[in-house]
């Protein structure tokens, strides 16, 4: 399969402290990449260097065959959209509006005076289900809510490779497999490639074709789901002792106490 984001030794230092260790990575296209780990283990830092918000200290990133470094941002954005963990306050943004900023890459600011809203704003409304909230102020929805816009937002860029840093975060465990499974759905209807940081081990599993697991800045295990995620994982990598199950297909973790 052909690799269309890879990074390479990549190494990451924050105030005299290696956060990431030479990692290698390679994403294939049209795979969900699910990175899981403890807190403080690189998985945000490595998004953001794959997304070129961070230039490591060492080592580089390639987005399909050109060095990401001295790529121009709104060339980068034309290919990779980021959704954040969250957003800064919007003080009366509407839906629309914010979801219109995914086109800046590609209309550019002449492009954006014209109004913001297109064609391709209208069908990632369409199809994260907030079409109906459009001219609702950002800040009067609900968790779950803006986390469909933010997904609006990161779709409204176009770009073929959608990476997510905690896609779930502050939701309920439905409105958690409700964005999940809208990813998945959506990454099947337009064949893309998704990476995702997220903290649910059987939530990771259940959603990826790949699960790439850090530990202290380094690439523990690399592998499909089936043949990384067990017990051993549990505890080399999460400090947990645990029991990791199949049932229908689908992996379920039970964690016993703290290894």
Same mark, same amino acid.
């Given at each position: 399969?052909?690799? @269309?984001? #890879?990074?390479?030794?990549?190494?990451? +230092?924050?105030?005299?402290?290696?956060?990431?260790?030479?990692?290698?990575? /390679?994403?294939?296209?049209?795979? !969900?990449? &699910?990175?899981?780990? %403890?807190?403080?283990?690189? *998985?945000?830092?490595?998004?953001?260097?794959? #997304?070129?918000?961070?230039?490591?200290?060492?080592?580089? @990133?390639?987005?399909?065959?050109?060095?990401?470094? $001295?790529?121009?941002? %709104?060339? @980068?954005? *034309?290919?990779? =959209?980021?959704?954040?963990? &969250?957003?800064?306050?919007?003080?009366? @943004?509407?839906?629309?509006?914010?979801?219109?900023?995914? %086109?800046?890459?590609?209309?550019?600011?002449?492009?954006?005076?014209?109004?913001?809203?297109?064609?391709?704003?209208?069908?990632?409304?369409?199809?994260? $289900?907030?079409?109906? !909230?459009?001219?609702?102020?950002?800040?009067?929805?609900?968790? $779950?809510?803006?986390?469909?816009?933010?997904?609006?937002?990161?779709? /409204?860029?176009? =770009?073929?490779?959608?990476?997510?840093?905690?896609?779930?975060?502050?939701?309920?465990?439905?409105?958690?497999?409700?964005?999940?499974?809208?990813? %998945?759905?959506?990454?099947?209807? +337009?064949?893309?490639?998704?990476? =995702?940081?997220?903290?649910?081990?059987?939530?990771?599993?259940?959603?990826?074709?790949?699960?790439? #697991?850090?530990?202290?800045?380094?690439?523990? /295990?690399?592998?499909?789901?089936?043949?990384?995620?067990? =017990?051993?994982?549990?505890?080399?990598?999460? $400090?947990?002792?645990?029991?990791?199950? &199949?049932?229908?297909?689908?992996?379920?973790? &039970?964690?016993?106490?703290?290894?």
């Amino acid at each position: 399969m052909t690799t @269309v984001l #890879a990074a390479e030794g990549v190494t990451v +230092r924050f105030d005299g402290r290696t956060v990431l260790d030479g990692v290698d990575l /390679a994403v294939r296209e049209g795979e !969900w990449l &699910s990175l899981v780990g %403890r807190n403080g283990c690189g *998985k945000t830092t490595l998004l953001r260097v794959l #997304a070129g918000l961070h230039r490591p200290d060492a080592g580089a @990133v390639h987005l399909a065959d050109r060095p990401l470094a $001295g790529t121009a941002r %709104r060339e @980068v954005a *034309k290919r990779v =959209a980021v959704l954040p963990q &969250s957003l800064p306050p919007l003080g009366g @943004v509407t839906v629309r509006a914010l979801v219109a900023q995914g %086109r800046y890459a590609v209309r550019g600011p002449l492009g954006m005076l014209g109004g913001g809203s297109d064609a391709v704003v209208d069908a990632a409304l369409a199809a994260t $289900g907030t079409r109906a !909230w459009a001219d609702v102020p950002v800040e009067l929805l609900s968790g $779950g809510e803006r986390q469909r816009v933010r997904l609006a937002l990161a779709l /409204a860029q176009d =770009a073929p490779v959608l990476l997510l840093d905690e896609p779930t975060t502050y939701l309920d465990v439905r409105h958690q497999l409700e964005v999940l499974d809208l990813v %998945r759905e959506l990454q099947a209807e +337009r064949g893309l490639t998704v990476v =995702a940081v997220l903290h649910d081990l059987a939530q990771a599993a259940r959603c990826a074709d790949r699960v790439v #697991a850090l530990r202290e800045g380094r690439v523990h /295990a690399d592998g499909a789901p089936g043949d990384v995620v067990d =017990a051993a994982l549990l505890t080399e990598v999460f $400090g947990v002792r645990g029991v990791v199950s &199949s049932h229908e297909g689908r992996l379920t973790c &039970s964690y016993l106490d703290a290894g």
